[in-house]
């Protein structure tokens, strides 16, 4: 979650050329790492093995091939959940989602352990648009170039939904010194973006638009776009407290008050 958090509003996220389905006799959980995610020990034949995926769609990356695993030598144990991860060596790498399997599987010798077409999807939710939760997707489990975006805040006067654009998105009406205003990546001109920790994206800086030459209306929500203007929609919030901008007023975004998680 951070990389990705980062490669939009930071540094640019470097993806593994391939991932791999690790088995797992117990929730990785989204604290696991490659090396502490109660992964099938490495013994009696286990190794993880390559997974492929079809194009994202629909906020989803789907397991588009079975995945064969080495014939067991020895008891593997109860697998009862999988990981992805960004090696092939046991213990090391990535940990870079997880989840359970439909049910759970004793392997014992002589099995030739596989999982089948769709088993295993990955999806992003929330509110981010599904413009972006595809693209990271891709990125992330396809290795499919996404180029990091720039980043503007804009200020919306009507709800947003997830397959909005840049474009469609219903912006304060009237010229009145409204614009978007972009946020530069960590170490840049200020305004900047914090480096991700904890889960979060904020910022470092009071993000201040210009003052209003006449009404903006009722601020109901706030977005991040790709653009000063049109462009791609990326993430977006429709629960902040409703605002009326009246001619002189300033809105600012305090340092540390504007989040962005990633689930």
Known sequence: KLELLDHVFNAAYVPAAAVYLALCTADPTDAGTG????????????????????????RRVTQSAQVTFPQASGDWGTVTHWGIVDSATHGEG??????????????????TPSVAVGEVYVEITGEISTYLANKLLDLMFRNQAYSKPDTY???VTAAV???????????????????????????????????????????????????????????????????????????????????????????????????????
Not at 35 to 58: C, H, K, L, Q, W
Not at 164 to 175: F, K, L, Q, V
Not at 194 to 212: C, R
Not at 232 to 257: K, R, W
């Open 35 to 58: 090396a502490a995610m109660n992964e099938v020990p490495d013994a009696n034949g286990y190794a993880r093995t390559a997974i492929t995926f079809g194009a994202a769609a629909s």
């Open 94 to 111: 990535h940990l870079l989602a997880h989840g359970a399997f439909g049910v759970s599987k004793s392997i014992v010798n002589g099995n």
């Open 153 to 155: 805040v804009a200020l």
């Open 161 to 263: 939904d997830e397959d909005d654009t840049g474009a469609t998105i219903t912006e304060p009406a009237g010229a009145a010194a409204y614009a978007r205003e972009q946020v530069n990546v960590n170490g840049g001109a200020a305004p900047t973006w914090n480096l991700a920790a904890a889960g979060l994206v904020d910022n470092t800086h009071d993000i201040e638009f210009t003052t209003a030459t006449a009404s903006w209306g009722t601020i109901t929500g706030v977005c991040i776009v790709d653009a000063a203007a049109d462009g791609n929609l990326l993430f977006y919030d429709n629960d902040m407290a409703d605002q009326a901008v009246a001619e002189d007023d300033t809105v600012t975004f305090p340092a540390g008050d504007l989040d962005i998680t990633l689930s």
